[in-house]
């Protein structure tokens, strides 16, 4: 079964943001396998971003992360019923894989680049600030849901 890491990042959780978001996923058809409140460290967040380890903004992205208690979530797709429906259409499978979906459902990383209707695109400015983290590929989800869950706090 595909899944995705999802976190709110401490600006969305400062801003009131969680159950909106949440919403998003639960009325899309997702439900949350795993999900808790946590402060990460900064080493943490270095962990989480160990990809982006040499760019100029790695500094303050990891500081911004470890800065106050992040959201952390893994919703899994939707009833197998539903994608089997449509498992001869390719782009239709395409777009129920959790993990893309996720994804377009974000938004682009500079929110003034996504949509509106996206998360991003509805409520952020600043690429700094940019509310939510997904997984951007299958690879990283399993690494990233490794990371922030044990195997037992995933239901
Ligand atoms: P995330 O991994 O948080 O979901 P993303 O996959 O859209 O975001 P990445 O390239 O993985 O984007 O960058 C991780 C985070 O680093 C971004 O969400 C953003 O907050 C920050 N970031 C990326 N590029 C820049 C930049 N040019 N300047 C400042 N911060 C940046
Ligand atoms: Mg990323």
Redesign the pocket.
Known sequence: LERTFI?I?PDGVQRGLISDIIARFEKKGYKLVAIKLVHPTKDFAEKH?D??KG????N??TD??SSGPVVAMVPPPPPSQSMSNHTADPQVWEGQGVIKYG?KF?????PLASEPGTI?GDFAI?????I?????GPE?AKDEIALWFKPEEIL
């Open positions: 976190a990042k971003y990809d982006l760019r100029p903004f790695f303050g992205l911004f992360l994804r974000i938004g682009a990383t500079a991003r600043s690429v700094g600030r940019n939510i983290h997904g997984s951007d990283t």
